[in-house]
């Protein structure tokens, strides 16, 4: 129990004298202490994280770390940096907190062994706030008041000898602020619910014990039956926090936020009234036992008693406080790892390449947006036809946009999934039927976010003189193009994406969205000579000032012919070069390895590599496969360092991204009203969240698959089954014009919704499979699997084919000839 002002510790002598002065933590003891607990956390030797953080502290970044400090990390990857630079930013906060804490008592005089050694070891910033309670300065409490009363010895009394009397003793303590009994003893019982309330350890074990034992509940408010439909399965509803998925969370604090729901925290379940109440005298039986309380039948047990009760009814209303931001705390970090999951398999989808490109945006009453952007992704022309009603100038919209296929050798078509989005997609096949000799490529890609980089500032920067509408065509143009390229240039939360992305904190997700471009951009590379400012922004150590200054360099000076040139940038200094020189790609320029990953200061080791190879200045013609790596290290480089350059001279500036591939929408099967029971259909996945992901099979309507209907095996995260932009076969379990809801699965077996036959008989699509039930696979049961199906219209998924796409798919990498650096090759993951 932490000992409150006027209480000492319980495993202290009453007299025992504060230490005095206090001794502070040096900073290397503070940092020694965090990199043990991060490298516990991560399961590495704490030298890697010491290292880590060293690097870190002297301006290095994750992806430069990741890739060209692998001997000094001990190949820590991208994803475990990640999580130590956010895990030290957490617990440099907690020490720092942990100072505060310390100095605040200290100046007290109150700071004691015990106490001292309590707050080193909080582990975390609520232990540490509990600590801290009773010494805070806070606004004058009933129990100072009563102190102030000279009511305290009362309290203690009775504490100590429950035999008194409480009325007959309370009758000694009265004064000008006493007047009588009544208030004596309120005062006392003052005192003592704010000690209760203020003993670190009673307050972390029920705060446990809550957080496994107790329900969270919510209720619908009266009057708001009707208006808050969407949050209908939270309106009489009960689980425990630990238990409580974070889409769950999220929904259920969105519902009190809009005023539909009520939510408290119950010790157990409300509906239960008997195990609520043994539930309840638990709690209370445990913060009678902090205080020294028993019931033996004395004269002031039952007032003690009763004072056990109304202090824990304090201490819960703080619990509840205190786990709801728990709550919320987890849900946020899950959503923001979702998000973040759901962009980076977005921005590395596979590109189309630098191919001619017609981009359509289209629309109904004001026509559909046309745009023509060349291989470099420049705009060289644009129009707008009405194709669709009211005009219906169909005839007129095919002869214009033959003409600009045929001015401009247009490749691909890339068609928005907006309104008209089918429509636009017949014209665009008439198109290609008319041209066969073009051998024309359609796709209907995302158009999220387009209408927010059209109004950019970036957008009339690049696309100076051009009206804003007509800017949404060339970005869909160019995102079938280069994806990464054209994505970062818009804010990610626009994106589409994530999962009650509006619903967390910004300066988080923002944090975590950036560190996930950055780390697509660094994985691909950047042409420095054709890059723009937007993405060569968001290059590891480049930032937005440089970026500008190397356009504006590449515009006086002409293109870069050598890595070594960005140097002469202004600003560019030695630690910005170091940071991103291997990131930025010089094609056909003077130096070879420019168009490589292999960082400028591996130079030398990839020209020893090359001879010993049989090759001279380029990686052409090398053989690679036979060379012993071992015979390369000394004391400047390692094995680590000699595996990543050998893997990328077998392909020079191999683009890690899939290779280009796309899915086809079934003819006739346009709206939700065309989708029967049954049905196997192409589709792409738009979104994947904590509860199944979102699949468009080309209705306007993204349906859901389940997690509980993505695998014959249990499933603990779908995005170890899909990925944002992957093509998928799922059959239609069940579709709801109505609600527009559609069920899907991945299990091509299962068999449609019970009783949907029977509405919808199912066009003939082979022979059904096993019946596949809601717990199939050891997912949960059936009435969770449908709460979270109807959660869609809740958890930030999209809006009608809110984000329909092409998708991607690697393509099987051949396997190395064998020898003894294709063997260490393979033994480290990069053949």
Known sequence: ???????????????????????????????????????????????????????????????????????????????????????????????????????????????????????????????????????????????????????????????????????????????????DAVEALAGARAILIERAGQDADLLTAQRERLWKQGRMRSQVKKGK?????????????????????SHRVLALLRGEKEGILDLDLAEADPADADALAQARQKYERAVAASLGIADRGRPADAWLLQTAQLAWRRILAKLSLDLRVRLFTQAETEAVRVFAANLRDVLLAAPAGNRPTLGLDPGLRTGVKVAVVDGTGQSVATDTIYPHAPARKWDEALSRLAALVQRHGVELIAIGNGTASRETDKLATELIRLLPQANLQKLVVSEAGASVYSASALASAELPGMDVSLRGAVSIARRLQDPLAELVKIDPKSIGVGQYQHDVGAAKLERSLNAVIEDCVTAVGVDVNTASPALLTRVAGVGPLLSENIVAYRNENGPFARRADLKKV??????????????????????????????????????????????????????????????????????????????????????????????????????????????????????????????????????????????????????????????VKVKVIDADPERKRISLTLRLDDDAAPGAEKARPARPSGTAGSSGSATRGGQRPQQDRARDNRERGKAGSPAPAANRRRASAPVPAKRPAEGPMAEALRRAGLA
């Open 225 to 245: 039956e009707a208006e808050g439909q969407k949050f209908a399965d939270y309106f009489a509803f009960a689980q425990s926090p630990s238990g409580l998925p």
């Open 570 to 727: 202004p600003r560019l200094g030695a630690k910005a070069f170091e940071q991103c020189a291997g990131f930025l790609r010089v094609t056909a320029g003077s130096e070879p390895l420019d168009a490589s990953s292999v960082h400028p200061e591996s130079y030398g080791l990839a020209r020893r590599i090359l001879t010993a190879a049989g090759a001279r200045m380029s990686p052409a013609g090398a053989d690679l496969d036979n060379l012993d790596p071992s015979a390369f290290v000394d004391e400047s480089v390692g094995l680590p360092t000699i595996l990543d350059v050998v893997a990328e001279m077998r392909k020079p500036g191999r683009d890690p991204r899939p290779a280009f591939r796309t899915a086809t929408f079934s003819d006739g099967v346009e709206k939700i009203s065309d989708l029967r029971p049954g049905m196997v259909l192409d589709g792409v996945v738009t979104n994947v969240a904590a509860f199944g992901a979102f699949v468009d099979v080309g209705v306007h309507q993204d349906g859901l698959v389940h997690i509980s209907a993505m695998s014959n095996t249990f499933v603990a995260d779908p995005h170890d089954v899909v990925k944002s932009g992957q093509v």
């Open 1 to 179: 129990m932490t000992p409150s002002p006027s209480q000492p510790v319980k495993s202290q002598p009453a007299k025992s004298q504060p230490a005095s002065p206090a001794p502070k933590s040096s900073p290397g003891q503070a940092t020694d202490r965090i990199c043990a607990q991060i490298a516990a956390e991560l399961g590495v030797a704490p030298w890697q994280v010491r290292a880590a953080v060293d690097l870190l502290d002297g301006g290095s970044t994750v992806p430069f770390i990741a890739r060209y400090r692998k001997e000094a990390t001990g190949t820590l990857d991208d994803t475990q940096l990640r999580e130590l630079d956010e895990r030290l930013r957490y617990l440099r906060e907690l020490e720092d907190r942990r100072q505060t804490v310390r100095d605040g008592i200290d100046a007290q005089g109150k700071l004691t062994p015990e106490l001292r050694a309590a707050i080193e070891a909080a582990e975390t910033k609520s232990r540490l706030e509990d600590i801290y309670l009773p010494y805070k300065s806070k606004r004058r409490t009933k129990a100072q008041i009563a102190r102030e009363a000279g009511l305290e010895p009362l309290a203690e009394s009775l504490l100590a000898n429950p035999t008194l009397d409480p009325e007959r003793t309370a009758g000694g303590y009265l004064n000008d602020a006493v007047p």
